[in-house]
């Protein structure tokens, strides 16, 4: 007779692969035929226990078994596969010498996740490094395509947009990719982008989103005021003061500001002023008027002061600014008259 050895499919656990070897008919004597694994796609020790032997059909059955053990594990992974190989046969022929197990993968895909990331300004660009973890490890390369957008912060003036594909290769957990960081001089909020996942293969996405959070490190500006000389001019009109930033801000900054007496009299030289100053984010400067009134006396320049504060997102270095009122009347001329006595 001709003897054969067939396939099996085992689902995947720690256990043994049955295997038969088949007569094609009754034999009046015993049929003995050795066995051998080999690798297919499965690797002995770590996939399966390699293993050799005789089997030995008896005289008047047409089949025998023996066992392949099968080693379980918890990686996601392609099906596997395990040759078996018979030989030497005595008191039969063979018609087909191997046999395959195919041991079943029975793992869920792991799942994918990305972390947040926080990076300081620290006066030169760099990189935010990102890194996208696997829930388990996994016996195939797991892939997944990452890309940014805007939240609060700006591709092009906070950070370099980015994209691409994340590639972790099988037995590994985790991989990294970086997102470039621009830095200014801009005293800011803190500012985010979001950096997503989307087409995996070979795993799940359990965390789609990552936020990097742009941490502003520059100092918030000062404000100063300057002097301002007025000279009358036979009507009245505005002294125009200007409130200065050290630095530009992404932030709008605000301060107050009131007038005091000095030599100058608010109702009969200048008109009393208060109010607040704006300077629009990306501004360095905003003006404020005060008004001047005239006379016709001649007199001394004064003065009357204008202070700032209560700011915001800013500081004060230069509180006081001094309107200096300059007389342009002239000087009266004297006459003394005649007298008859």
Same mark, same amino acid.
């Given at each position: 007779? +001709?003897? %054969?050895?067939?396939?099996? #499919?085992? *689902?995947?656990?720690?256990? &043994?692969?049955?295997? +038969?070897? +088949?007569?094609?008919?009754?034999?009046?004597?015993?049929?003995?035929?050795?066995?051998?694994?080999?690798? !297919?796609?499965?690797?002995?020790?770590?996939?399966?226990?390699?293993?050799?032997?005789?089997?030995?059909?008896?005289?008047?059955?047409?089949?025998?078994?023996?066992?392949?053990?099968?080693?379980?594990?918890?990686?996601?992974?392609? &099906?596997?596969?395990?040759?078996?190989?018979?030989? =030497?046969? #005595?008191?039969?022929?063979?018609?087909? =010498?191997?046999?395959?197990?195919?041991?079943?993968?029975?793992?869920?895909?792991?799942?994918?996740?990305?972390?947040?990331?926080?990076?300081?300004?620290?006066?030169?660009? !760099?990189? $935010?490094?990102?890194?996208? +973890?696997?829930?388990? $490890?996994?016996?195939?390369?797991?892939?997944?395509?990452? @890309?940014?957008? &805007?939240?609060?912060?700006?591709?092009?003036?906070?950070?370099?947009?980015?994209?691409?594909?994340?590639?972790?290769?099988?037995?590994?957990?985790?991989?990294?990719?970086?997102?470039?960081?621009?830095?200014?001089?801009?005293?800011?909020? &803190?500012?985010?982008?979001?950096?997503?996942?989307?087409? $995996?293969?070979?795993?799940?996405?359990?965390?789609?989103?990552? #936020?990097?959070?742009?941490?502003?490190?520059?100092?918030?500006?000062?404000?100063?005021?300057?002097?301002?000389?007025?000279?009358? %001019?036979?009507?009245?009109?505005? $002294?125009?003061?200007?409130?200065?930033?050290? @630095?530009?801000?992404?932030?709008?900054?605000?301060?107050?500001?009131?007038?005091?007496?000095?030599?100058?009299?608010?109702?009969?030289?200048?008109?009393?002023?208060?109010?607040?100053?704006?300077? @629009?984010?990306?501004?360095?400067? @905003?003006?404020?008027?005060?008004?001047?009134?005239?006379?016709?006396?001649?007199?001394?320049?004064?003065?009357?002061?204008?202070?700032?504060? =209560?700011?915001?997102?800013? *500081?004060?270095?230069?509180?006081?600014? #001094?309107?200096?009122?300059?007389?342009?009347?002239?000087?009266?001329?004297?006459?003394? =008259?005649?007298?008859?006595?």
């Amino acid at each position: 007779p +001709t003897i %054969s050895i067939g396939d099996v #499919t085992f *689902t995947e656990t720690t256990g &043994n692969a049955t295997l +038969t070897v +088949t007569l094609s008919k009754v034999s009046g004597q015993d049929v003995t035929v050795d066995y051998a694994t080999s690798n !297919g796609t499965a690797t002995a020790g770590t996939d399966y226990t390699a293993g050799t032997g005789t089997v030995t059909i008896p005289a008047g059955s047409t089949t025998a078994t023996f066992n392949v053990g099968v080693t379980g594990d918890s990686l996601d992974e392609a &099906n596997e596969t395990i040759n078996v190989t018979i030989s =030497n046969p #005595t008191g039969a022929t063979i018609s087909d =010498n191997v046999g395959v197990v195919t041991i079943n993968d029975d793992d869920d895909a792991p799942s994918l996740s990305i972390n947040d990331v926080s990076y300081t300004e620290s006066g030169s660009a !760099g990189n $935010a490094t990102f890194t996208v +973890t696997l829930s388990a $490890a996994s016996g195939k390369d797991v892939e997944v395509d990452y @890309a940014s957008s &805007n939240a609060t912060a700006t591709a092009g003036s906070d950070y370099t947009a980015a994209s691409g594909t994340v590639t972790i290769l099988a037995g590994n957990t985790t991989q990294t990719f970086n997102v470039p960081v621009l830095v200014d001089t801009l005293d800011e909020a &803190n500012e985010t982008a979001t950096l997503t996942l989307s087409n $995996a293969s070979n795993a799940t996405i359990s965390d789609a989103t990552g #936020t990097l959070t742009i941490v502003d490190d520059d100092a918030t500006p000062s404000l100063s005021i300057n002097d301002v000389s007025y000279t009358e %001019s036979g009507t009245a009109g505005n $002294a125009t003061f200007t409130v200065t930033l050290s @630095a530009a801000s992404s932030k709008e900054v605000t301060v107050n500001y009131a007038s005091s007496n000095s030599t100058a009299l608010a109702g009969s030289d200048y008109t009393a002023a208060s109010g607040t100053v704006t300077i @629009a984010a990306g501004a360095t400067s @905003a003006t404020f008027n005060v008004p001047v009134l005239v006379d016709t006396l001649d007199e001394a320049s004064e003065t009357a002061t204008m202070t700032l504060s =209560n700011p915001s997102n800013a *500081t004060i270095s230069d509180a006081t600014g #001094t309107l200096t009122i300059v007389d342009d009347d002239t000087a009266p001329t004297l006459s003394i =008259n005649d007298v008859s006595y």
